[in-house]
Nanobody, 123 residues
Framework: QVQLVESGGGSVQAGESLTLSCAAS????????MGWFRQVPGKDREAVARIFPGGTSTHYTDSVKGRFTISRDSAKNTVYLQMTSLTPEDTAKYYC????????????????WGQGTQVNVSS
């Protein structure tokens, strides 16, 4: 059974940093496309970042480029989202996702999801 468990969320002030973790079981993050999404109540879920299987090829939504970094530690089977220079607009619930298909992943369609972790950024 696949489980994705996010952690690391919290409340910070604008300009500060947070690192989110996504611990996976039941799949190997190294061979899956892994993504981070975020959602604010009343708004559509937004794809934030993804990392493709095997290597370090990544993709980011424009609003986080240069501020967020997605990475994986295959030994820990964990994916991270390092977030710097946070702004109130980054406030959301952040979700980790995984899919075995690069095509699905590139279309932001993921099979497996975590429960999310809340990030609050105050000005």
């Amino acid at each position: 059974q696949v489980q994705l468990v996010e952690s690391g969320g919290g409340s910070v002030q604008a300009g500060e940093s947070l690192t989110l973790s996504c611990a996976a079981s039941g799949l190997r993050t190294l061979v899956y496309c892994m993504g981070w999404f975020r959602q604010v109540p009343g708004k559509d879920r937004e794809a934030v970042a993804r990392i493709f299987p095997g290597g370090t090829s990544t993709h980011y939504t424009d609003s986080v480029k240069g501020r967020f970094t997605i990475s994986r530690d295959s030994a820990k089977n964990t994916v991270y989202l390092q977030m710097t220079s946070l702004t109130p607009e980054d406030t959301a619930k952040y979700y980790c996702a995984a899919d075995g298909s690069m095509q699905q992943c590139a279309a932001d369609i993921y099979k497996f999801w975590g429960q999310g972790t809340q990030v609050n950024v105050s000005s």
